[in-house]
């Protein structure tokens, strides 16, 4: 059920609707509606929102590591109706180790977003069509953007100086 806030919000009312199971909170961000969607469900409600509400632009996708809660990590989405100048976020909760499914078959500019997010963060997505490294090396270890992540990564010891 969507929370009171967002009870104005005709795009929130209407996946409310649609998928009552999936929706799991929300708030307002920046003047901009924000809903919580079951991992499980995110390809289905993406698709909905592109197709049946008009959010035909994916302007980002990024990850958020709220370590050391659990689930530990956010996948947010953020989308853009042209047609309507509207703007909304959708937000996964993700813990350690859990496969999200790829929005790639809905927006194709979710390639390098998710490629990124997996990159800095280790955050893997089902049936993306290329899920290699991004920004780092493919031999870099481990996943810069982590809140435990070593400042100067993990190859380089400074403890023989």
């Known amino acids: 059920m969507i929370p009171e806030e967002l009870q104005d919000s005709p795009v929130a009312a209407s996946l409310d609707s649609h998928f009552p199971a999936a929706i799991q909170g929300g708030h307002m961000q920046h003047n901009q509606p924000a809903l919580f969607v079951d991992p499980a469900a995110i390809l289905a409600v993406c698709g909905f929102l592109k197709g049946e509400l008009g959010f035909a632009r994916l302007s980002a996708i990024c990850g958020v590591d709220w370590h050391p809660a659990n689930p ?9 109706s042209l047609e309507k100048n509207l703007r909304f976020r959708v937000k996964c909760r993700v813990e350690e180790g859990q496969t999200l499914d790829s929005v790639f078959s809905v927006w194709r500019s979710a390639n390098w977003y998710e ?3 997996f990159d800095m963060f280790g955050i893997p997505f089902r049936n993306h069509p290329d899920p290699r490294r991004i920004l780092m090396p493919s031999d870099w270890e481990g996943h810069p953007l982590r809140k435990d992540y070593p400042v100067h990564g993990y190859k380089y010891s400074y403890q023989n100086e």
Do not use: A, G
């Open 72 to 80: 530990r990590f956010e996948v947010v989405y953020q989308l853009h």
């Open 115 to 117: 490629r990124e997010v």
